[in-house]
T-cell receptor
């Protein structure tokens, strides 16, 4: 069984400040991990994914995440927040086969304060 | 890249009627498709997994007779919400995967039952 927790349902940061969104996972098999962003009334956009290669994964819009097996974590970071980063962020986990279902975390709403 | 088209993007229907949502993989063969439901300000909940040519596997608590899923071809899966009621109003998102990997989401369908 797989599951995802995201600490903090809502995070506020000042524009230009560091963004840190936390994600911890549980998986009985080697996981693939994802971060998605969702803007209001829109679908999901893939930010980045970990697929058992490099543990530090760089994504779009300046985001990156580090896979730490010992901590079962996959936290998302961005050095400097921009107003356009305000959105809902979802961490997700999947098995390594293409038929495995993706399980989403509860999401973190990011607000950026000017 | 892999593209999944979901149609319609928005639909309003009267209570008691049925509505069909289509999910098409445009440039690849989708051996497996997944259907998710998202309540306002909530995460995505997996409803069912469908493999081409076989019956869908529903998650616990999802009514099979309420949410009919058909995956008759390698490029098309449909979700039919039967006898819709206001509590079925939600955002429905499909995703598709192929034998060579990759996991692509549709843009979602906003269903409003009045």
């Amino acid at each position: 069984a797989q599951s995802v927790t995201q600490l903090g349902s809502h995070v506020s940061v000042s524009e230009g400040a560091l963004v840190l969104l936390r994600c911890n996972y549980s998986s009985s098999v080697p996981p693939y991990l994802f971060w998605y962003v969702q803007y209001p009334n829109q679908g999901l956009q893939l930010l980045l994914k970990y697929t058992s290669a490099a543990t530090l994964v760089k994504g779009i819009n300046g985001f990156e995440a580090e896979f730490k097996k010992s901590e079962t974590s996959f936290h998302l970071t961005k050095p400097s927040a921009h107003m356009s980063d305000a959105a809902e962020y979802f961490c997700a986990v999947r098995g390594s086969t293409s038929y495995d279902k993706v399980i989403f975390g509860p999401g973190t709403s990011l607000s950026v304060i000017p | 890249g892999a593209v999944v088209s979901q149609h319609p993007s928005r639909v309003i229907c009267k209570s008691g009627t049925s509505v069909k949502i289509e999910c098409r993989s445009l440039d690849f063969q989708a051996t497996t498709m997944f259907w998710y439901r998202q309540f306002p300000k909530k995460s995505l909940m997996l409803m069912a997994t469908s493999n081409e040519g076989s019956k869908a596997t529903y998650e616990q608590g999802v009514e099979k007779d309420k949410f009919l899923i058909n995956h008759a071809s390698l490029t098309l899966s449909t979700l039919t919400v039967t006898s819709a009621h206001p509590e079925d109003s939600s955002f429905y998102i499909c995703s598709a995967t192929s034998r060579v990997g990759g996991y692509t989401f549709g843009s979602g369908t906003r269903l409003t039952v009045v």
